[in-house]
């Protein structure tokens, strides 16, 4: 739900950027789950990462960063600005930032889940699939039912024992 909320109110370059960032939540909660640390590379990949998305939010100017000479300053701005409003935060930036830590968080249990307890893999790869289909078989007979009763009403046929079990 968040996700489907951010994509709707951010452009699809911020989007995939602030997505990317579960990587970073995973790395984070890996290390708090589980105590993994990180290698030097990784740890320079993930500042990287969040460095970009920063950048994406215009939070961190690229400018400040690069040495004066690597900039033309007297060229204008071509690269694009997002704007700041604060429904574009409060329905974007948020919402993609939360699905993405959300992400890390269900991999690091995932990853827990799986070495911590020795389990076997393809058994509960198995587990999350039969897990998925019962949840969006329930969805969509909730969502069947719904339609149903705003058509016809809860009195089907005007039969008012039709729901009573016999």
């Given at each position: 739900m968040c996700s489907l909320l951010a994509y709707q109110n951010l452009d699809a370059i911020t989007y995939n950027v602030l997505n990317q960032t579960k990587?970073?939540?995973?790395?984070?909660?890996?290390?708090?789950?589980?105590g993994k640390r990180q290698s030097g590379m990784q740890m320079l990949a993930l500042v990287l990462l969040l460095m970009a998305a920063l950048e994406m939010e215009g939070l961190l100017p690229l400018?400040?960063?690069?040495?004066?000479?690597?900039?033309?300053?007297?060229?204008?701005?071509?690269?694009?600005?997002?704007?700041?409003s604060p429904?574009?935060?409060?329905?974007?930036?948020?919402?993609?930032?939360?699905?993405?830590?959300?992400?890390g968080f269900a991999g690091a249990i995932t990853q827990k889940s799986l070495q911590g307890e020795n389990r076997n893999a393809l058994l509960f790869t198995m587990e999350l699939c039969v897990a998925s289909i019962l949840l969006l078989l329930i969805s969509f007979l909730k969502v069947m039912?719904?339609?149903?009763?705003?058509n016809e009403g809860f009195l089907i046929?005007?039969?008012c024992l039709q729901y009573c079990p016999f």
């Open positions: 990587t970073l939540s995973a790395a984070m909660c890996c290390y708090l789950l589980l400018d400040a960063l690069l040495p004066s000479y690597w900039t033309d300053r007297t060229k204008p701005e071509s690269h694009f600005v997002p704007s700041l429904r574009r935060f409060t329905h974007g930036v948020i919402p993609i930032l939360v699905a993405s830590f959300l992400s039912m719904e339609r149903r009763f705003d046929n005007g039969h």
